[in-house]
T-cell receptor, first 113, second 109 residues
Framework: ETGVTQTPRHLVMGMTNKKSLKCEQH?????MYWYKQSAKKPLELMFV???????ENNSVPSRFSPECPNSSHLFLHLHTLQPEDSALYLC????????????FGPGTRLTVT | GQNIDQPTEMTATEGAIVQINCTYQ??????LFWYQQHAGEAPTFLSY??LDGLEEKGRFSSFLSRSKGYSYLLLKELQMKDSASYLC??????????WGAGTKLIIKP
């Protein structure tokens, strides 16, 4: 596989469930990102990792917990979510944190019931 | 605060030209990006401007004026497959991308 892949593509979970989103990049990039995309709203940056170190956490609720075990993989662990957390969650990667294009995965459509 | 403004929706005719505007106010500037996002798909990179002027890439061109905090994406010879959302994003002084809400472009035959 090439590019950025995400699993699952769709997820429905109750507010008391625990689930994880997975992202994998096959581009040899050093930086990885989690974004939240809600309808008619700008992309919201959630977390940034560079060389497996978290460099940014934009005031995200603690019910979202990221994990970056190596430079190719990124996880987003979810627990006790709220209905307003329903959105498209996009993973992206870039060569580094400098001004360069980001490559996006297809996203996970999350619905919290 | 940081802000990116672009029209919510635009409609154009197949074969015509359309210009999508983007204005921004950010903490610092390290370049402006345009992405295309088809419904249900990932955003894909279209262009990057860091210096003033016009960058042309096939049917698509992007313009930047840093003094005016303004950019536009110009799409020529529109095709039905160009129906998508177009996202404007500015990289700030911390190398974080600040995103606009996107412009949904509808192409009519």
């Amino acid at each position: 596989e090439t590019g950025v892949t995400q699993t699952p593509r769709h997820l429905v979970m109750g507010m008391t469930n625990k689930k994880s989103l997975k992202c994998e990049q096959h581009l040899g990039h050093n930086a990885m990102y989690w974004y939240k995309q809600s309808a008619k709203k700008p992309l919201e940056l959630m977390f940034v990792y560079s060389l497996e170190e978290r460099v940014e956490n934009n005031s995200v609720p603690s019910r979202f917990s990221p994990e970056c075990p190596n430079s190719s993989h990124l996880f987003l662990h979810l627990h006790t979510l709220q209905p307003e957390d329903s959105a498209l969650y996009l993973c992206a990667s870039s060569p580094g944190l400098e001004a360069s294009e980001q490559y996006f995965g297809p996203g996970t459509r999350l619905t919290v019931t | 605060g940081q802000n990116i403004d672009q029209p919510t929706e635009m409609t154009a005719t197949e074969g015509a030209i359309v210009q999508i505007n983007c204005t921004y106010q950010t903490s610092g500037f390290n370049g402006l990006f345009w992405y295309q996002q088809h419904a249900g798909e990932a955003p894909t990179f279209l262009s990057y401007n860091v210096l003033d002027g016009l960058e042309e890439k096939g049917r698509f061109s992007s313009f930047l004026s840093r003094s005016k905090g303004y950019s536009y994406l110009l799409l020529k010879e529109l095709q039905m497959k160009d129906s998508a959302s177009y996202l404007c994003a500015v990289m700030d002084s911390n190398y974080q991308l600040i995103w606009g809400a996107g412009t949904k472009l509808i192409i009519k035959p």
